[in-house]
């Protein structure tokens, strides 16, 4: 592992810290007693305080010092003074310790007394302090000019999410972004657990992926050597529970789906999923009004949410439009009863790519996702879907080419999705086997035929209506977040590209090449002033390494840096 000089410093300070007689990584419980907020908030002159966090700026003055310390709820001005500290005659604690050993980053407890500055500033006192972790990387803090410029801000997407660690201790927005996540799920738990409904848990393996029509993720069970899929949705689970007596039951639930991804899509994501016997989708319509209602309220203290450019309404009612009207208002096609091949022609007329493996239901949700979605920005109910789109929805029941299910629009994304739930056995083995055809056409995405959950409408389930909330959309909207990628603690990166160790030998090679795009390779070879063994050895893994190229010309052999 190659060190950079600071932290090479650093380690030289834990060194010298543990020759002191201090432990760098104590593992004694800190009593701590208070929080920079609850100082700021009940601030009294004069009162003890025991406080822990991370020393993120100090101004050294001989012997006198301010400093900064970030704990989870803030920062807080801390007040460092040798004498105050060091009552005796030993100053090391001051001298060595804090001026010379500690850094920015360090993770400090100190025992103090609060106190006010003469410009105003609520400070706590030191008394006494203690190290409780050696920070032994330096943090990527922004460093402000006079004007008031930042720069070395660290905002780089790639860093941000794959050290989210970081991102979190010198980006406090962020930290904000989680707290309201976390806001949004308790408030959602709130509305239906006074409702009555009881939150549950189901298999996150399961031996058929159901529920959803998505490509799922293959593993493998070695004690009962059968092959498991991760769920791509616990729809069919939760109906198990209704058959099973139940009237109202929800989960919080990681999906997976092995699909693409892009600004809106994780393949490991959060969904709400809430079913409740005896109703229908015109009732989860104005229930789930006024739970977004609730939530946005809870959130932001407000109805109103601003995303991107848009101002977002969510106080209900919200507009109710059938997907076939959607499809007409905005391409001018009227595909209602339209057949396979007709739908075709009509996304092959809008400019829309197609294949021989779009049955009825994708080619619809096609033209209606590219053509229609973008427009429907304040929160729409998308109703009445072809049976075709809906394989476990209910017929509707003014006309059964439709079904009873809506998707929630907002800001141009699908939020939701809701149905009247099929409870109908015969009907749904049919729509299951009508899958099965779409899956024999090469869909990789149509839905198995789970005969356990047949066996169990079969039982009987109530008349129900369910819905599927997206728990990362629906954070992304509240925080004013265009990216899913900012608002999953971790999300999904490609690996991490491993850093190229080189040899002396072969950086003096790439240092030369460092400020030329090239040089002849002679001159190259005298400027590197390496035996032959070593320039042989050392080119040849340069160019393996796949960093380093020579290019035969007609004036000769000329050496180029690649990347």
């Not at 002191?20 to 701590?32: E, M, R, W």
């Not at 949410?305 to 059938?322: C, H, L």
């Amino acid at each position: 592992m190659q060190l950079s000089e600071q932290e090479i410093v650093r380690r030289e300070k834990l060194t010298k810290l543990r020759e002191l007689g201090i432990n760098p990584y104590p593992a004694a419980l800190f009593p701590v007693d208070a929080t920079s907020k609850s100082i700021k908030d009940d601030f009294s002159e004069g009162n003890q305080v025991v406080i822990s966090g991370r020393l993120m700026s100090r101004r050294i003055q001989g012997k006198a010092s301010f400093a900064e310390l970030q704990d989870s709820e803030g920062r807080i001005q801390v007040y460092f003074n040798r004498d105050e500290i060091c009552t005796g005659e030993d100053k090391g604690l001051y001298n060595d310790v804090y001026k010379k050993l500690l850094d920015i980053g360090d993770i400090i407890g100190i025992e103090g007394e609060l106190f006010t500055t003469q410009v105003g500033e609520k400070t706590v006192m030191v008394k006494n302090f203690s190290l409780l972790s050696k920070a032994l990387r330096p943090l990527p803090l922004p460093k402000v000019d006079a004007d008031g410029n930042s720069y070395d801000e660290f905002n780089d997407p790639e860093l941000r999410y794959r050290q989210r660690y970081v991102d979190l201790v010198v980006n406090p927005k962020v930290k904000e972004t989680f707290i309201k996540r976390t806001k949004i799920t308790n408030s959602i738990r709130e509305f239906y657990n006074e409702k009555g409904y009881l939150e549950v848990e189901t298999p996150i393996l399961q031996p058929i992926p159901g529920g959803a029509t998505a490509r799922p993720f293959l593993t493998h069970h070695n004690a009962l050597n059968i092959p498991l899929y991760l769920r791509i949705a616990n729809e069919l689970y939760l109906k198990r529970l209704i058959v099973g007596g139940f009237d109202g039951v929800y989960e919080f639930s990681k999906d997976f789906r092995n699909e693409g991804m892009d600004r809106t899509h994780n393949p490991e994501f959060t969904v709400m999923e809430l079913y409740v016997a005896y109703k229908d989708y015109n009732w989860m319509m104005d229930t789930t009004e006024q739970l977004l209602e609730k939530i946005a309220l809870d959130t932001n203290s407000s109805t109103k949410i601003t995303v991107g450019e848009n101002e977002i309404e969510f106080k209900a009612p919200y507009a109710r439009v059938p997907i076939l009207d959607a499809i007409k208002t905005h391409t001018g096609f009227d595909v209602a009863g339209m057949n396979e091949a007709e739908l075709r022609e009509v996304a092959q007329k809008l400019g829309l790519e197609v294949d021989d493996t779009m049955g009825i239901g994708k080619l619809i949700d096609e033209i209606f996702g590219e053509k229609c979605e973008h427009f429907y920005v304040q929160p729409t109910f998308i109703t009445d879907y072809p049976k075709e789109m809906s394989p476990l929805t209910k017929e509707h029941r003014e006309n059964p080419a439709l079904t009873e299910r809506f998707e929630l629009m907002v800001n141009g994304k699908e939020l939701a999705n809701a149905y009247s739930e099929l409870n109908d056995p015969i009907d749904q083995r049919e729509r299951f086997e009508e899958q099965l055809k779409l899956s024999e056409k090469g869909d990789d995405e149509a839905m198995f035929i789970d005969q356990d959950f047949l066996r169990a409408l079969e039982y009987g389930m109530p008349p129900t209506s369910g819905i599927g909330i997206g728990i990362d959309r629906l954070v992304m909207l509240m925080t004013n977040n265009s990216s899913i990628q900012e608002v999953l603690f971790f999300p999904q990166m490609r690996p991490e590209k491993k850093a190229i160790e080189l040899t002396d030998e072969e950086k003096v090679i790439m240092d030369l090449l460092k400020t030329v795009e090239e040089l002849p390779l002679v001159e190259l070879k005298n400027k590197a002033g390496l035996s032959g063994k070593k320039w042989d050895k050392s080119t040849k893994n340069l160019s393996k390494l796949g960093i380093f190229v020579v290019e035969k010309r007609d004036d000769g052999l000329f050496a180029k840096k690649v990347g």
